[in-house]
């Protein structure tokens, strides 16, 4: 059963220039998984510096897979290191 997964993050205005190549990179790397499915990244309208990213993949196994991929977490770290605070996931299915 695929999964979808919500990614949160809050970017400092001064910061989110930094933070663009770093999204793009992901979505690259993770493009080329056979089990990424599809997603899109959301910036919240209010000014607030939330992103949000919605990832559909195969399974929950094929997610944590890509999780402790560590090509992924060499660029996750670089995200956290930038904005200062760890990225918030929750793993969600159809009931």
Sequence with gaps: MSVKIVIKRYVPADQAEELTPLLRDLRAL???EAAYVCGET???VDGRGE???ISTWRSLDDWNQWINNDQRK???AKIDTLL????EY???QND
């Design 51 to 53: 992103y949000l990213v």
């Design 84 to 87: 200062g605070e760890p990225t």
């Design 74 to 76: 060499a660029i996750q």
């Design 30 to 32: 993770a493009t080329k």
């Design 42 to 44: 959301l910036k919240r």
């Design 90 to 92: 929750a793993v969600y």
